[in-house]
């Protein structure tokens, strides 16, 4: 069954620090892994989305690591800010559909 | 960049009635659109898949006849939930995306409230 895990489930950092976030999947197989930004009430927005050859792929403050082979990715936010703080959504897609994962509640504190 | 309109934004009607919400990509053309329904801090769930020019493909435990979708065009579909419910009420957010591998572009989702 394609999975999609992502943790911690929530987190709390102070401004300014950085944070990484976890996503683990046995979506296969592979086609690509893509990272949303959601402010609640709000409609994710794309960050990242990277295919089998890539590794690595930053977007401004945020970047987005992949490893096809262990099938883990991570999403790391540096200086963090108070805007940061919002629901991050790992979706894995085998091609032709989309696997969500539940997402990691990021809130950053003053 | 590519965005994908929602409209409305917030809807509340009375049980019983219907309410239509639309998804338009605004400057690309989208062969297959999503559907999705999010409860309070719960990841998004696939409903179904809308095809352009074909019926929609339905996930499994989401009932075709009481959400139903129309793709009349490459920029425009839209979900109609039908003889609404309380239980109903929840946030639905459509996408779409201009390829296989290119980014998924999603709506600002629509709150649904049945009185």
């Known amino acids: 069954k394609n999975q999609v895990e992502q943790s911690p489930q929530s987190l709390i950092i102070l401004e300014g620090k950085n944070c990484t976030l976890q996503c683990n999947y046995t979506v296969s197989p592979f086609s690509n892994l893509r990272w949303y930004k959601q402010d609640t009430g709000r409609g994710p927005v794309s960050l990242t989305i990277?295919?089998?050859?890539?590794n690595t792929k930053s977007n401004g403050r945020y970047t987005a690591t992949l490893d096809a082979d262990t099938k883990q990715s991570s999403l790391h936010i540096t200086a963090s800010q108070l805007s940061d703080s919002a629901s991050y959504i790992c979706v894995v897609s085998p091609g032709y559909a989309l696997n969500f994962g539940k997402g990691t509640s990021l809130l950053v504190t003053p | 960049g590519a965005v994908v309109s929602q409209h409305p934004s917030r809807v509340i009607c009375k049980s019983g009635t219907s309410v239509k919400i639309e998804c338009r990509s605004l400057d690309f053309q989208a062969t297959t659109m999503f559907w999705y329904r999010q409860f309070p801090k719960q990841s998004l769930m696939l409903m179904a898949t809308?095809?352009?020019?074909?019926?929609?493909?339905?996930e499994q435990g989401v009932e075709k006849d009481k959400f139903l979708i129309n793709h009349a065009s490459l920029t425009l579909s839209t979900l109609t939930v039908t003889s609404a419910h309380p239980e109903d009420s929840s946030f639905y957010i459509c996408s779409a995306n201009e390829g296989r591998d290119s980014p998924l572009h999603f709506g600002n989702g629509t709150r649904l409230t049945v009185t």
């Open positions: 990277m295919t089998f050859s890539e």
């Open positions: 809308s095809n352009e020019g074909s019926k929609a493909t339905y």
